[in-house]
């Protein structure tokens, strides 16, 4: 059984800064893509980066420069640093899990594995 569970949210200011973690257990392994989504209320589930099997990352235009991907394989683990952050990156964060993605990667009915959500509040 696949699990994925995230962690690391929180409340900060504005131009603050967090680290989500997302522990995958279960087959989930290095070679899945590990994609992390963001949903705010009353808008759709939003893609906002991917890491692939061979480490390469994408980033929603709205993060980049601010957002980063990365994975431990040793701790099956897969982290999301995020800095200068604004009141509008306010949403429940999930990470998500598929075996060689096909599709968009920003769109969430392509991944059939997630994890739980932490909720991640920017003030201003």
């Known amino acids: 059984q696949a699990r994925l569970e995230a962690s690391g949210g929180g409340s900060v200011q504005s131009g603050g800064s967090l680290r989500l973690s997302c522990a995958a257990s279960?087959?989930?392994?290095?070679?899945?893509?590990m994609g992390w989504f963001r949903q705010a209320p009353g808008k759709e589930r939003e893609g906002v980066a991917v890491i692939n099997s061979a480490g390469s990352t994408t980033y929603a235009d709205s993060v980049k420069g601010r957002f980063t991907i990365s994975q431990d394989n040793a701790k099956s683990t897969v982290y999301l640093q995020m800095n200068s952050l604004k009141p509008e990156d306010t949403a429940m964060y999930y990470c998500a899990a598929k075996y060689r993605l096909s599709g968009n990667w920003y769109e969430a009915n392509n991944y059939p594995t997630w994890g739980q959500g932490t909720q991640v509040t920017v003030s201003s």
């Open positions: 279960g087959y989930i392994n290095s070679r899945y893509c």
